[in-house]
């Protein structure tokens, strides 16, 4: 990987700068404020600029090498032959017999309700969310959806799971805080947000409870001070309401905590008694690739918050997000944002249909790897 030095206004200037000069694969590797001389012969006369260091990905890159290394393993033998079972059994579960719940449905609308249940759909929710997309067609004399495929998947989660990622972007919500269990993504979400919030021209301060953990409150300084928001750190519950007293002006609070895991009752009491004195919306982070049981879980301990909705991290994690449909589709809780990635700040999908649809249809790396062909 080569790297460049960029010096822009802004984040979102370097961004779109970056993009356009190297392509979507380079990425924003780290970013410092400098001041420059507007003038070079009037000292006083300094502009804030910020220096960003690119990564550009280059021909013979550590991805060939990986690719290389890969090519070698499957020449061996013994490894070929375990990638081959494990192919057959992704095979197998692939076109999984829908026979037993998918009686009464046409072939188009088995095949969807067959690849839901293969990533992970609970087979009755999968079945509901698919009778919702489908109607009664008289010629067929069964079941099939109402529109084209993805229109009717499209409504019929509309109907049955809450995606608030637009309407987010707009709303009057003066503080989110990001709850959740440690490691989840909580930090790098809410630089990521931040970004977003801004570009929706919104006037943005950041405020971390994480002031204990060894380098927390330097990871997230510095993706927000490349962004140039304000951004305060509170020790105690006193803390926080000068924070938010301070950051009046402000249109949006994001407030990061530190990870709690859901057994520690007394470190959760603790994160309660700062979050009591202030009144905010207050969102669950879960990642993608926890079990969907761990999740509940979490939802249960963390209900002695009051959670208005969940952000789900780490979807790039998993192949099989039906986990994330069973639980929003069950809990009925809005979801907020998914977050795809780790670099900071386009890894990030406010939540919308769109998205969720494209997420159960699309042929996962398994299928395509297991030599599976499309089938919606
Ligand atoms: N693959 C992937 N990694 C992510 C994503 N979001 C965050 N990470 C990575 O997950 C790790 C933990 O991220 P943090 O943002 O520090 O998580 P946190 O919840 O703030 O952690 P604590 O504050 O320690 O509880 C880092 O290595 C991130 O780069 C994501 O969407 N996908
Ligand atoms: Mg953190």
Not at 123 to 148: N, P, Q, S, T, V
Not at 268 to 292: G, P, Q
Request: glycine content about 6%; some cysteine.
């Amino acid at each position: 990987m080569r790297t460049e030095k960029i010096i822009a206004g802004s984040l979102q200037e370097a961004v779109e700068e970056l993009k356009k000069t190297y392509g979507e694969n380079a990425v924003v590797l780290s970013s410092r404020i400098i001041k420059k001389h507007r003038w070079g012969f009037l000292p006083f006369f300094k502009t804030t600029l910020l220096e960003i260091t690119v990564g550009i990905p280059e021909e013979g890159d550590f991805k060939d090498m990986v690719e290389k290394e890969v090519k070698d393993l499957e020449r061996d033998e013994k490894i070929r032959r375990s990638i081959n079972e494990v192919a057959k059994t992704v095979r197998e579960l692939k076109t999984e017999d829908v026979s037993d719940y998918g009686e009464g449905f046409s072939l188009r609308a088995k095949r969807v309700l067959s690849r839901m249940v293969y990533k992970g759909v609970r087979k009755e929710i999968a079945k509901r969310i698919i009778e919702e997309a489908c109607g009664y067609d008289i010629e067929l004399g069964m079941l099939d959806f109402k529109e084209e495929v993805r229109e009717s998947l499209r409504n019929s989660l509309q109907k049955s799971i809450v995606l608030e990622g637009n309407s987010a972007l707009g709303s009057s919500s003066r503080i989110l805080v990001l709850i959740g269990p440690t490691g989840v993504g909580k930090t790098t979400t809410i630089a990521k947000l931040s970004y977003i919030f801004k570009k929706a021209g919104k006037r943005v301060g950041v405020v971390t409870l994480d002031s204990y953990r060894v380098g927390a409150v330097e990871q997230l300084r510095s993706f927000v001070n490349v962004m140039e928001l304000p951004f305060k750190i509170a020790e105690t519950p006193k803390d926080l309401m000068k924070s938010v007293d301070e950051l009046s002006d402000r249109d949006l609070i994001l407030v990061d905590t530190a990870g709690r895991s859901q057994h520690d009752r007394f470190r959760l009491n603790e994160l309660k008694v700062f979050l009591e004195n202030i009144k905010a919306d207050i969102y669950l982070t879960l990642s993608a690739n926890l079990s969907e049981l761990v999740m509940y879980e979490a939802i249960m301990q963390f209900g002695m918050f009051p959670v208005r909705g969940l952000i789900f991290s780490k979807m790039d994690e998993t192949s099989y997000p039906g986990n994330v449909i069973n639980v929003a589709y069950r809990t009925k809780l809005p979801v907020l944002c998914f977050t795809t990635g780790q670099t900071v700040p386009d890894d990030i999908v406010m939540a919308n249909y769109d998205y969720l649809t494209d997420l159960i249809l699309e042929e996962s790396h398994e299928f395509r790897s297991a030599g599976g062909t499309p089938q919606a």
